[in-house]
């Protein structure tokens, strides 16, 4: 999902028809783009990806395990940002539901500048937990990357008789020449070595 747009889709969740006509309201007021709210039940996954909202409302007074594994199933195949609201105030509940990909948890009375605020609040947060965990896979990334460009090196200074600034070299030189990526040429030239080895 990308970012919320400058007037973003909302999609309700509920099984409680006061509540969602409540938020309805609430979101229509503050100019939202609402969506028809949906019921907590089977298949609501494929529904959610036909609507597909910028932001999703969940209200469950007490949600049990089952239905925070759901709402993880669902933030793993469309995470956006999450509200849940609910009359569960036990820490140990909003800790899982914070687990389970829930952006921003709610107790207590709705009223339109408090949803407003949990909403802002929880794309916010949403936002800013995907860019850190981007950050890391992207840190990740390059490590994992250094080390297959280290081999490579190793592997080139033995086979060429060079050091590995040398090697280093070999491996920019036909990174360029074959319009490939650094660490993209190293994994070419390890996997090269390994196939070469293996028919030995």
Known sequence: MGAVTSTPSVLIIDNNPARATSLVRILEANR????????????????????????ILIGVDFPGHAIL?????????YPCPTVMFSRDERPETIQAATRAGVSAYAVGKLTGAR???????AVARFYERRALQQELEKTKTNLAERKI???AKELVAQQ????????????????MNRRKRLAEISQDVLSAAEVLTNKL
């Open 149 to 151: 460009i280290e081999r």
């Open 115 to 121: 949803v407003k605020t949990i909403i802002e609040a």
């Open 32 to 55: 939202y783009n609402v969506a028809v709210p949906l019921r907590l039940q089977e298949g609501l996954a494929d529904q959610v990806s036909r609507v597909k909202p910028d932001i």
């Open 69 to 77: 594994d759901w709402v993880a199933a669902l933030h793993a195949d």
């Open 160 to 175: 060429r008789g060079c050091n590995e600034a040398q090697a280093y070299q070999i491996l920019r030189k036909m990174a």
